[in-house]
């Protein structure tokens, strides 16, 4: 047996892991074909093949959102068509204490986090110091102040300039909307 590889000495342990690798692919190349755009999906919002799957389209989301930031895919958007999804750029999650969104969705693809916001990642996020004019010697503070968590996930350092802290952002895009260069000195990706 050479260290660090499989030991394959067991028929079935070599077809499990072909057949395992075989499946992820396949799933993966299901899942782009699907789903080829990727949104950023309401709170509480499941992993998008079984978000896709339980959605009814309702729009109930939609309706008792307080900052009207989510939107339903428009119908060229194949089978995601009809669902939720938050574009930061118009309008920022503001990150509602009580998640009025997932508490409204009556099939279970948007469901309460366990531990509420704690933890949970609607998106991802990226400082691009190259068009922050902090980096050029103009003060400003309107991604942190924008920021619901705080510092926990957005500072200003003692130069004045951002510090993103991926651990304690919620990937809410407050900070993608604040923000005063154009286009914005965050870039937000939707979160598998």
Same mark, same amino acid.
């Given at each position: 047996?050479?260290?660090?590889?499989? /030991?394959?000495?067991?028929?079935?342990?070599?077809?499990?892991?072909?057949?395992? !690798?075989?499946?992820? /692919?396949?799933?993966?190349? #299901?899942?782009?074909?699907? #789903?080829?755009?990727? =949104?950023?999906?309401?709170?509480?919002?499941?992993?998008?093949?079984? +978000?896709?799957? &339980?959605?009814?389209? *309702?729009?109930?989301?939609?309706?008792? *959102?307080?900052?009207?930031?989510?939107? !339903?895919?428009?119908?060229?958007?194949?089978?995601?068509?009809?669902?939720? =999804?938050? /574009?930061?750029?118009?309008? %920022?999650?503001?990150? *509602?204490?009580?998640?009025?969104? &997932?508490? %409204?969705?009556?099939?279970?693809?948007?469901?309460?986090?366990?531990?509420?916001?704690?933890? =949970?990642?609607?998106?991802?996020?990226?400082?691009?110091?190259?068009?922050?004019?902090?980096? #050029?010697?103009?003060?400003?503070?309107?991604? #942190?102040?924008?920021?619901?968590?705080?510092?926990? %996930?957005?500072?200003?350092?003692?130069?004045?300039?951002?510090?993103? !802290? %991926?651990?304690?952002?919620?990937?809410?895009?407050?900070?993608?909307? &604040? *923000?005063?260069?154009?286009?914005?000195? +965050?870039?937000?990706? &939707?979160?598998?």
């Amino acid at each position: 047996m050479i260290p660090g590889l499989p /030991d394959f000495s067991d028929r079935r342990a070599l077809l499990r892991d072909s057949f395992g !690798k075989w499946l992820e /692919d396949l799933v993966e190349r #299901a899942e782009r074909r699907v #789903a080829p755009v990727r =949104y950023i999906r309401p709170p509480g919002a499941r992993p998008e093949m079984e +978000f896709l799957a &339980a959605c009814t389209r *309702c729009g109930e989301c939609v309706t008792v *959102c307080p900052p009207f930031a989510i939107r !339903k895919v428009p119908p060229e958007g194949g089978l995601q068509a009809g669902t939720p =999804y938050i /574009d930061p750029r118009l309008q %920022a999650c503001t990150v *509602c204490e009580t998640m009025p969104c &997932a508490r %409204a969705c009556p099939s279970g693809a948007l469901t309460l986090p366990p531990e509420g916001w704690a933890g =949970y990642r609607l998106a991802a996020l990226e400082l691009v110091p190259e068009r922050c004019v902090t980096f #050029a010697g103009t003060p400003c503070r309107a991604c #942190a102040d924008s920021c619901p968590v705080g510092e926990r %996930a957005l500072s200003i350092d003692e130069d004045g300039h951002p510090v993103l !802290k %991926a651990e304690g952002c919620v990937g809410c895009g407050l900070c993608v909307r &604040a *923000c005063i260069t154009s286009p914005s000195s +965050f870039l937000i990706h &939707a979160v598998e």
